[in-house]
């Protein structure tokens, strides 16, 4: 099912601000396990011809990009998601993968096997068919809020960096190029059918400044422009 994403830039108030709305209507995700936040780490794939970058740059309505994503630095829980992605409405598919896979697959060892998940052989054509190969790694902490009424989803997430330390994927001292300038979040709202007027009207979204930040593309451009000051 796709889902409608929107997103927003918040500075610190606002997003205190809009905490302590979404506290009464609004539950924090059980996935925090009572901690306030929770980390991930996702690391994207392009083709040689960076077709995914040029799609993001130029605005193409209906795209897709594929990723391996983990949390909290726990490597018992690797997922590889292929995210869709059309107009303001995006869907996803997954399936979990070892991290003896995601090394094989940094090292080019891969084998297409009918006993993988149909996601993985797919993901390993494209890798053996147009070249994918790892082009950026996106980390940040998130803040999730949920309502089970239009599967509503409300997520904060800040501290966003970029890398493209690869070896290091796995470790906590790798290279970080910073996304956005300090005290910058990003709001998110997803939901499926609709968004209760209620969750709205705290919201106050038509007072917030929307955008179609991209984290995978955003990050690219950072570290072109990181590599190209570093020459």
């Known amino acids: 099912m796709f889902r409608f994403e929107k997103k927003y830039i918040l500075n610190n108030l606002q997003v205190e601000q809009l905490k302590h709305r979404l506290s009464p209507i609004m539950k924090l995700d059980p996935i925090l396990s009572g901690k306030s936040y929770y980390s991930i780490r996702s690391l994207y794939f392009d083709d040689y011809n960076d077709t995914c970058l040029k799609q993001v740059i130029n605005g193409i309505s209906e795209r897709y990009k594929y990723r391996i994503r983990f949390y909290n630095g726990n490597t018992d829980y690797i997922v590889l998601e292929k995210k869709y992605k059309i107009n303001n409405m ?4 997954s399936c979990q993968i070892s991290k003896e896979q995601v090394l094989d697959i940094l090292s080019g060892n891969i084998n297409i096997s009918k006993d993988n998940d149909k996601l993985l052989n797919e ?3 494209m890798i053996k068919t147009r ?6 790694v996106i980390d940040y902490d998130r803040i999730p809020y949920v309502y089970d009424a239009g599967y509503v989803r409300v997520t904060f997430d800040y501290n966003l960096s970029c890398s493209y330390d690869f070896d290091r994927l796995f470790d906590n001292d790798f290279l970080r190029i910073p996304l956005m300038e300090e005290g910058s979040t990003i709001l998110e709202v997803k939901y499926n059918d609709f968004i209760p007027d209620y969750i709205r009207f705290s919201l106050q979204l038509n007072e917030l400044y929307r955008t179609s930040f991209s984290k995978y593309g955003n990050g690219r451009l ?3 422009n990181y590599i190209g000051g570093c020459l």
């Open 90 to 93: 995006t869907h996803k598919t």
């Open 123 to 125: 993901f390993y054509l």
């Open 131 to 136: 070249g994918f190969r790892p082009v950026v």
């Open 222 to 224: 950072a570290i072109k």
